[in-house]
């Protein structure tokens, strides 16, 4: 794999993140559906941009090949928690995209944001993020039962999270 940059997303890269969570391995692990349409995308990226959500884009030769958005909460208890989820470019897992993306959402969390708490759900089955959220201190804990429907069947998710000592 060629070196990866990390920097927000633009608006010009609606149509590469609409290819990324229009793969079926990036819509059968998120809770994105298939035949998502431009117009939906284009309504989906405004709403992304409030105070307090951050869209990632990781690129390789100029190709964005990855996108996380990070959400911080709003309400005062919660200030200090933020959430997550990404997807990757078919072609591009297992190259370190998905690091490469965690890495500065964890690093904008911690050093910028005063994130104590990021959290995110996970398919069960998604064996391959899991090991990515281990490997960056997340971990499971608790698991929902029928979480969500998915190619004709209900699916259980992990509750993970990464929580830094609190002083």
Known sequence: MNSITIRHSRT????????????????????????????????????????????????????????????TQDRPRRRHVGTFGMGVHEAHQGKGVGSALLTAALEMADNWLALRRLEAEVYVDNEAALRLYRKHGFEVEGTARAYAFRDGAYVDAHFIARVLATD
């Open 12 to 71: 010009e890269d609606i149509d590469a993140v609409a290819t990324i969570y229009g793969q079926r391995h990036a819509y059968a692990n998120t809770l994105q559906l298939p035949y998502v349409s431009r117009e939906d995308w284009q309504a989906r990226w405004e709403r992304m941009r409030p105070p307090g959500a951050y869209s990632l884009v990781a690129e390789s030769e100029g190709e964005v090949v990855g996108q996380l958005s990070l959400i």
